[in-house]
């Protein structure tokens, strides 16, 4: 496995890959690898003549007051899950590769990127719409992977692939989750064991809204209304919204067309969102 | 020469030229081809194997009070320009292939947006910097060419292609005159022949203050008074500003650095721009 830490190598590397008559498949990540990063990576291995990771705590994407440098970080742990799954490159640039002195021009989502997360994490969808199409540029791949955990910035990269007109596929695979439900996050390391024992409501409220769906219910009302009565052990839920699956619009008051249910909440100071989909996409 | 309506055909197109290994040049224009195109174009096919050029007036960088409706087309009479000079391949899509239902991603350039032309045309520049970055993903050139009548345009254009780590060169090539200095424009042909004669007032007043410079004055004021005192015939003058050639901010009380003197002004209700660079870039 090749490590990169300049976009000049990488670039040298890909050409070789390339060269060889490889496609390429590329996983964006933020390190401290878990299972969910680890599916993609292998449905990756699966479908591409080598697979691309990159390992970069994105500083533009975070709020002053968010956890940027308190997110975990360790790259020689992420080295060693990603030679085990079979990675083929990772790039690791530092902050000043991707951003050098003068750096100004940014890549702006559209009304995707105003809703759910959008209007409590200002100017982060911009900031991972920035660095996905910095990373994209970088790397062309064939295929890139995301994981549905992330649902609103996996729409929104979607989008912008199509908008911009970048050839290339966008593929979004099931979260993993930990026995009792947790979506697997990275930030799940940053729980104390009182608040990772309650983290599991968050998905239980979903998936209690799910099984109430797919048994009929369709009143959005009592769908949101099932889900939230789980969430109590989350010290706050931040939203909780049923929206349209392609437009992140509100859906009601009946569930009409694929939608999905989203949660941002916080136990303790660590904010975790997860989302399940209603219907088939 | 070849021509195409669609992003499919362009692309199946510069598959094959790819395939038989030619480097690909572009020239992405709006139309009503002049004599700068045409040497946008002979400087491409000269470099590059093949040469692809796009002809598209974009409605997205026009405000609602500009020209986009009145600006001039005549697609057979530029497809016959474009053969003449070499051209392989002519990428005309209409506003639908370009603008999909749903389009909503755009690309936003930084600070030097905000001066020059950017504050007296709202969101020109984050219209150009979105088609030009969408013309680039789609024809993925080796080198692409501009012209220095648009210079910030060209620095804009530029700073993207760094920014979001495009891997391709941006060329920019001299502004091409008529014989009384006026710079070629598209716009030109909405002269009528009084406000015509009247236009060559802009680059009397530039040329009068490079003179100026090359034989020794670095004094900011007296460089545009210089200008100014030549552009009496226009109707107005939007601005005239002596700025920083990489930044574009202004420059001042000495010109110790390279620097461009650019303006925009009306001749009736056409307005044109055009600059000279003062000291080597």
């Given at each position: 496995m090749l490590t990169c830490r300049t976009v000049a190598e990488l670039r040298g590397q890909i050409g070789a890959f390339r060269g060889r008559g490889r496609s390429i498949g590329f996983v964006p990540t933020m390190g401290w690898l878990h299972e969910g990063h680890v599916a993609l990576i292998r449905a990756s291995v699966e479908r591409c003549g080598a697979t691309v990771v990159s390992i970069f705590v994105n500083p533009t994407q975070f709020g002053p007051t968010e956890d940027f440098s308190s997110y975990p970080r360790d790259l020689d742990r992420d080295l060693g899950m990603c030679e085990a799954a079979g990675v083929d490159l990772v790039f690791a640039p530092d902050a000043a590769e991707v951003y050098p002195e003068g750096f100004q021009t940014t890549v702006q989502p559209g009304p995707l990127a105003d809703v759910l997360c959008g209007p409590h994490r200002p100017g982060h969808f911009r900031g991972v719409a920035t660095v996905v199409a910095?990373?994209?540029?970088?790397?062309?791949?064939?295929?890139?992977?995301?994981?549905?955990?992330?649902?609103?910035?996996?729409?929104?990269?979607?989008?912008?692939?199509?908008?911009?007109?970048?050839?290339?596929?966008?593929?979004?695979?099931?979260?993993?989750?930990?026995?009792?439900?947790?979506?697997?996050?990275?930030?799940?390391?940053?729980?104390?064991?009182?608040?990772?024992?309650?983290?599991?409501?968050?998905?239980?409220?979903?998936?209690?809204?799910?099984?109430?769906?797919?048994?009929?219910?369709?009143?959005?009302?009592?769908?949101?209304?099932l889900a939230r009565a789980q969430m109590g052990e989350a010290d706050s839920v931040q939203y909780l919204e049923l929206v349209d699956a392609e437009t992140l619009r509100p859906v009601g008051p009946l569930v009409d067309r694929p939608a999905v249910l989203a949660v941002a909440g916080f136990l303790g100071s660590v904010r975790l969102i997860d989302n399940v989909v209603l219907g088939s996409l």
């Open positions: 910095k990373l994209f540029n970088m790397v062309r791949p064939d295929a890139a992977f995301f994981g549905q955990k992330d649902y609103q910035q996996s729409a929104i990269i979607r989008r912008m692939v199509l908008d911009l007109n970048m050839p290339m596929e966008v593929v979004t695979l099931p979260t993993v989750r930990e026995p009792d439900g947790l979506a697997m996050s990275s930030r799940n390391a940053r729980l104390d064991v009182d608040a990772r024992r309650r983290a599991a409501c968050l998905s239980r409220g979903l998936f209690a809204a799910k099984a109430a769906y797919d048994t009929g219910e369709r009143n959005v009302e009592r769908l949101v209304a």
